[in-house]
Nanobody
Framework: QVQLAESGGGLVQAGESLRLSCAAS????????MRWYRQAPGKQRELVAF???????NYADSVKGRFTISRDNAKNTVYLQMNSLKPDDTAIYYC??????????????WGQGTQVTVSS
């Protein structure tokens, strides 16, 4: 069974930075696209950024220029560096990935989420 575990959330002031990590564990053959989503109270979950296995990246307009997604394939880990944080960035951040497990079949997995709170 593949599991995704996020870490790095917390409470910061506006303008500060946080770095989120998400490590995949289990029997993993390959990981294709890795993503970060977020969900603020009363709002729908939204895609923040993704990174492909070829290291191509894409960002939501609201975070472009402030957030950077990266990955370490040797560690099966994806990161989200968040700079110049704003109160509107307050949300639960979820990791999501397409993982080929022991069956060599890609399945989509979610982490449990990590809270990011930005105070003004």
């Amino acid at each position: 069974q593949v599991q995704l575990a996020e870490s790095g959330g917390g409470l910061v002031q506006a303008g500060e930075s946080l770095r989120l990590s998400c490590a995949a564990s289990g029997i993993i053959l390959r990981i294709n696209r890795m993503r970060w989503y977020r969900q603020a109270p009363g709002k729908q979950r939204e895609l923040v950024a993704f990174i492909t296995s070829a290291l191509s990246t894409n960002y939501a307009d609201s975070v472009k220029g402030r957030f950077t997604i990266s990955r370490d394939n040797a560690k099966n880990t994806v990161y989200l560096q968040m700079n110049s944080l704003k109160p509107d960035d307050t949300a639960i951040y979820y990791c999501n990935a397409d993982v080929a497990d022991y069956s060599d079949t890609y399945r989509n997995y979610w982490g449990q989420g990590t809270q990011v709170t930005v105070s003004s």
